[in-house]
Every structure is written in C-alpha cells, then in structure tokens.
C-alpha cells in the first residue's frame, strides 16, 4: 500500500483563506515532500522537510513534521485563484524513491 | 522552468504497436524515475535507474521495459501496446545530494485503442 495518505481528500475554500492539508505515512523516513500538479500536468516541488526538522518555510507554505505521528501538513495562507492544484505529500526512505499519497485537490474560488 | 522533457505529450495508438516514450534531463542527475499515474489518482513509480547500465522495476508491475545508455536518456517501451496501458506516464529526476526534490517532466497521456 502506498506510503502516504492525504486528507482531505478533496477542499475548496475561498481567495485569500487559509489551506491546510495533512498527510500520514506508516514508516520510518529520511525526508517527506510536497508537490503541486496542475490539472493534466508534471509534478512541482514545492517543499522538503528531512527528518530531523520539524517546521519549515516557503513564502506562503508553512510545513510541519511529527515522526512521532508519522504526519505532516501543509499550510498554504492566503489562497489564491491560482493555487487551484492537487498537492501530494510523498516520502523518501534510504533508497531515494519518492512514494506518493493519493493527493488532496485544492479549489480556491475567487 | 523544467529541465526534463517529455516526448510525446499526448499519443493515441492502436492495441498491439510498439511504442517509446522519450525522456531527457539537462541537469546531470544521475538518479531518474518513470511514474505511472490514472487521472486523479496517486502516482506509482514503474521503473527506476541510479545510473548508467543500472535499472530496476518498480513497486507496481509494468508491462514496460526501460534501458539508461546515456546519464540524461531513459527512454521507456512498451512492445505490444494494450487499452489497459491507457495512463500518464510521468519521468522525473533526482540529486539526492543537494537536498532538492525531484524535476518531473510534463509527462505522456497515452491511449491504446
């Protein structure tokens, strides 16, 4: 089964709200990482956070890190039409292979 | 902004032709991937090369078959295309080194007809 599990599945809110995503995964990692595919298209990198870290920044997406829960989550504040994505955590173990989640489909409406 | 490409973008093809998709990276990582993924579903990685002369399957069985002559090429074919091949194929990249994430590619939307 796949490493990583979004939720939720599927959130739409309005221009300039908050975004938050979570994800969980079920073993021990070296780094999780998130990404945004526009509709039809290639992944984006938007974030990596290792396993030793437990918060980090990107403009305005904000990632937290709990090994302890196996779960992050990702912020995205200030929403905007173009934000319009799906995004997929995806976790790294030792042997450099991304395993993807199923994926949250995000609908900012302006 | 990517500097791996994907050829072709979109292909229809009939049941049984052999077909390639192309993949090709600027950046001389020597880390590449294939990633087969339907419309609105996760991603599952088909096959993955470390290097020159180095491949191996997957976590999801692939009818496909992958060869790396060359750092930037790895190129993936399917011998005898069939409708349940129908999905996106996306390549990507890797420098595990630089603590950066993978460079996908566009990716290829098959159809087998």
């Known amino acids: 089964s796949q490493q990583g599990e979004e939720d939720p599945q599927a959130l739409s809110i309005q221009e300039g709200e908050n975004a938050t995503m979570n994800c969980s995964y079920k073993t021990s990692i070296n780094n999780l990482q998130w990404y945004r595919q526009n509709s039809g298209r290639g992944l984006v990198h938007l974030i990596l956070?290792?396993?030793?870290?437990r918060e980090k920044h990107s403009g305005r997406l904000r990632v937290t890190l709990d090994t302890s829960k196996k779960s992050s989550s990702l912020l995205i504040t200030a929403s905007r039409a173009a934000d319009t994505a799906s995004y997929f955590c995806a976790t790294v173990r030792s042997n450099y292979k991304l395993t993807f989640g199923k994926g949250t489909l995000l609908t900012v409406n302006p | 902004e990517a500097d791996i490409y994907q050829t072709p973008r979109y292909l229809v093809i009939g049941t049984g032709k052999k077909i390639t998709l192309e993949c090709s990276q600027t950046?001389?990582?020597?880390?590449m991937y294939w990633y087969q993924q339907d419309p609105g579903m996760e991603l599952h990685l088909i096959h993955y090369?470390?290097?020159?002369?180095?491949?191996e399957k997957g976590d999801l069985s692939s009818e496909s078959t992958v060869s790396r002559i060359r750092t930037e090429h790895f190129p993936l074919t399917l011998e005898s295309a069939r409708p349940s091949h129908t999905s996106q194929y996306l390549c990507?990249?890797?420098?595990?080194?630089?603590?950066?994430?993978?460079?996908f590619g566009s990716g290829t939307r098959l159809t087998v007809v």
């Open positions: 990507a990249s890797s420098d595990p080194g630089r603590g950066d994430g993978y460079t």
């Open positions: 956070i290792r396993s030793n870290e």
């Open positions: 950046m001389g990582h020597d880390k």
């Open positions: 090369s470390y290097g020159v002369n180095s491949t």
